[in-house]
T-cell receptor, first 114, second 113 residues
Framework: AAGVIQSPRHLIKEKRETATLKCYPI?????VYWYQQGPGQDPQFLIS???????DKGSIPDRFSAQQFSDYHSELNMSSLELGDSALYFC?????????????FGSGTRLTVV | KQEVTQIPAALSVPEGENLVLNCSFT??????LQWFRQDPGKGLTSLLL?????REQTSGRLNASLDKSSGRSTLYIAASQPGDSATYLC????????????FGEGTQLTVNP
């Protein structure tokens, strides 16, 4: 079965650089979510998109932005990177109706800022 | 604001033991609750999903129950195996949250051979 695909798996950036994370949801899933998980912490919600429109926003820094494209893939753009941005970033998708059938998570992108 | 708490934070058991992981949430107006497993540095694997109208779900050696009115869920693991060692996370979707998941901090389980 198709899964949620995230790329890259690992990313190393220097402070003040920019990073772009990509997410390809499961086909026919209409909602995409982004989560950030710091070391030893539970995942924290960043932002979600429903049918290519931003649907909810959590604790996402102003330095971060995201969008969902016409083919439903999503990108998380992170600028002016800080050491504290080092974390696992997960993308998840869910089929309609939103959230009812649960979420499928990707394997994550491990971002290390040095 | 919804808060999800998991007890215990860590658990170490011998192989073969039956065990219960607990999850509680402060706002009972949830849409559903989902249990996940996470291996170190890896992604989240969905184990069981319980809708707010359901009382329990079973998959193999796993059984999850939900008492929505009291804000509690339990994950029961029968005949534990070393391969069950991982962090178990419960997460809820609130009725008015825009479908975002709110996670507990997880229970780190170690099953010793």
């Amino acid at each position: 079965a198709a899964g949620v695909i995230q790329s890259p798996r690992h990313l190393i950036k220097e402070k003040r650089e920019t990073a772009t994370l990509k997410c390809y949801p499961i086909p026919r899933h209409d909602t995409v979510y982004w989560y950030q998980q710091g070391p030893g912490q539970d995942p924290q919600f960043l932002i979600s998109f429903y049918e290519k429109m931003q649907s909810d926003k959590g604790s996402i820094p102003d330095r971060f932005s995201a969008q969902q494209f016409s083919d439903y893939h999503s990108e998380l753009n992170m600028s002016s990177l800080e050491l504290g941005d080092s974390a696992l970033y997960f993308c998840a998708s869910s089929p309609p109706p939103r959230g009812y059938y649960g979420y499928t998570f990707g394997s994550g992108t491990r971002l290390t800022v040095v | 604001k919804q808060e999800v708490t998991q007890i215990p934070a860590a658990l170490s058991v011998p192989e073969g033991e039956n065990l219960v992981l607990n999850c509680s949430f402060t706002d009972s107006a949830i849409y559903n609750l989902q249990w996940f497993r996470q291996d170190p540095g890896k992604g989240l694997t969905s184990l069981l999903l319980i809708q707010s109208s359901q009382r329990e779900q079973t998959s193999g050696r796993l059984n999850a129950s939900l008492d929505k009115s009291s804000g509690r869920s339990t994950l029961y693991i029968a005949a534990s195996q070393p391969g069950d060692s991982a962090t178990y996370l419960c997460a809820v979707v609130q009725e008015t949250s825009g479908s975002r998941l709110t996670f507990g901090e997880g229970t780190q389980l170690t099953v010793n051979p």
